[in-house]
């Protein structure tokens, strides 16, 4: 009997490849069939068979990157969002908004990877859609997560939710381009501590 291939991951691998590709190189530019079907062990006819461009592959593998990010980020989310009576609100804050620094190798990984996609964004629009709905999402759960901690008493009844979640992703971003631009100048002890600090200061 032929082997049956289950098509849909079959494109997550090749975006996979994609992705390695691209973390290798430092830029999508490398991120060609030919490199991307040697990487995935296909051929490039077998590549074309499940994207109908090179424009579809990029684009489905920047948003298998961002599922991945999101879904991992909204589960640290939602027990501040649907929170229990005893639930260390201060804690779970600071592990959720952790979980968006490159504080490891992965998340390192990953942040490099999608300021590789949102640099090409500039200058292919395909991209952009994907990296406006991610940064806007991150936008909107700080958002809420603040509204939650404000409702619950965690942080004061005039903290403007709306403006305090522009800063705190203007924090995460600055943070994480420095750290990736700059490895090792940016320590993640470091990222730490200023995430704290910015914490501290929303609770007084």
């Known amino acids: 009997m032929p082997k049956i291939v289950d098509a849909q991951a079959r494109r997550r691998e090749v975006a996979q490849a994609v992705q390695r590709v691209v973390s290798r190189a430092g830029s999508l530019e490398a991120a060609s069939l030919r490199n991307v079907a040697a990487e995935a062990g296909l051929a490039i006819g077998s590549v074309r068979h499940y994207f109908t461009d090179h424009t579809e592959l990029l684009t489905f593998a920047m948003e298998d990157l961002g599922r991945r990010i999101g879904r991992r980020v909204r589960e640290r989310a939602e027990p501040l969002l649907h929170p229990a009576v005893d639930l260390d609100r201060r804690a779970l804050t600071e592990e959720l908004f952790a979980e ?19 640099t090409a964004a500039r200058t292919r629009p395909e991209l952009r859609p994907c990296a406006r709905e991610l940064q806007e999402g991150l936008r909107t759960l700080i ?12 942080v004061p009844q005039r903290l403007d939710a709306e403006l305090e979640s522009l800063r705190l992703a203007a924090l995460l971003d600055g943070l994480t381009l420095q750290a990736v631009l700059y490895p090792g100048l940016v320590t993640a002890t470091e990222m730490r501590r200023v995430l704290r600090r910015q914490l501290d200061q929303l609770t007084r």
């Open 100 to 118: 968006l620094l490159p504080l490891d190798d992965t998340r390192h990984q990953e942040a490099a990877l999608w300021l590789a996609f949102t």
């Open 143 to 154: 958002g809420q997560v603040l509204a939650e901690a404000r409702r619950m008493g965690g």
